[in-house]
C-alpha cells in the first residue's frame, strides 16, 4: 500500500503569501503573527513570506486568485474575521470568502488556506488567535506546509 502526507518542513524553492484583512484587525494582526511565527518555526526562510493586506474578508478571493495565478507562490495562506454583528452581513461575507477561496484553490491548483475565522463573538475571536484555543493564524501556515509537501509527492507534479 502507498500512503502519502504532507511533511511540515520548509519545501525547497517554496513562496508563502499571506493575505490579511484589514478588517478586524485587532484580531487579523495576531493571526498574521502566528503564521509568519509558524512558517520560520517550521525552516521557511524570511524572504519566501509575502503579506499582501485586504480591505475586508469578501475582497480576499480575488487578491488570492491574482497570486494563485501568478504561478509565484506554492501556496496563499489567508487570514481573516468575520465576527457576527447587528445584521446578516456577517453571513454574506463568511459565505463568499469561503466559496471563493475553494473556487480559487480548484481553479489554479493552489492551495488556498482558510485561516479566516466566522466567530458569533468577539471573544470567539480572540480565543481562536492567540488565546484558549491557540493561534488559527499558525494553523493555516503549518497546513500551507503541509499541502505544499503532500502536492509535491502526489502524481501529477511538475515540480
Ligand atoms: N469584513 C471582515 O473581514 N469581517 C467582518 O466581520 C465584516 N463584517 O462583519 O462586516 C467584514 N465586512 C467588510 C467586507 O469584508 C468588505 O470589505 C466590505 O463589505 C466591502 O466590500
Redesign the pocket.
Known amino acids: 500500500m502507498k500512503e502519502y502526507q504532507g511533511q511540515l518542513t520548509a519545501p525547497a524553492e517554496a513562496k508563502f503569501a499571506l493575505v490579511v484583512?484589514r478588517?478586524?484587525e485587532f484580531i487579523t494582526s495576531r493571526l498574521l503573527s502566528g503564521a509568519v511565527d509558524a512558517l520560520h518555526r517550521h525552516g521557511v526562510d524570511e524572504d519566501d513570506v509575502e503579506v499582501v493586506w485586504s480591505?475586508?474578508?469578501?475582497?480576499i478571493p480575488v487578491i488570492a486568485a491574482r497570486l494563485a495565478e501568478s504561478g509565484q507562490y506554492a501556496a496563499v495562506v489567508c487570514l481573516?474575521?468575520?465576527?457576527r454583528?447587528g445584521t446578516d452581513?456577517?453571513q454574506y461575507?463568511a459565505a463568499e470568502v469561503s466559496k471563493g477561496l475553494s473556487v480559487v484553490a480548484l481553479r489554479s491548483g493552489v492551495p488556498c488556506i482558510m485561516g479566516v475565522l466566522t466567530c458569533d463573538t468577539i471573544e470567539q475571536a480572540v480565543d481562536r488567535a492567540g488565546a484558549k484555543s491557540g493561534n488559527k493564524g499558525a494553523a493555516a501556515a503549518v497546513a500551507a506546509l503541509e499541502m505544499v509537501n503532500l502536492l509535491r509527492q502526489l502524481p501529477g507534479n511538475e515540480s
Open positions: 484583512s478588517f478586524n480591505p475586508g474578508s469578501f475582497e481573516g474575521a468575520v465576527i454583528g452581513h456577517y461575507v
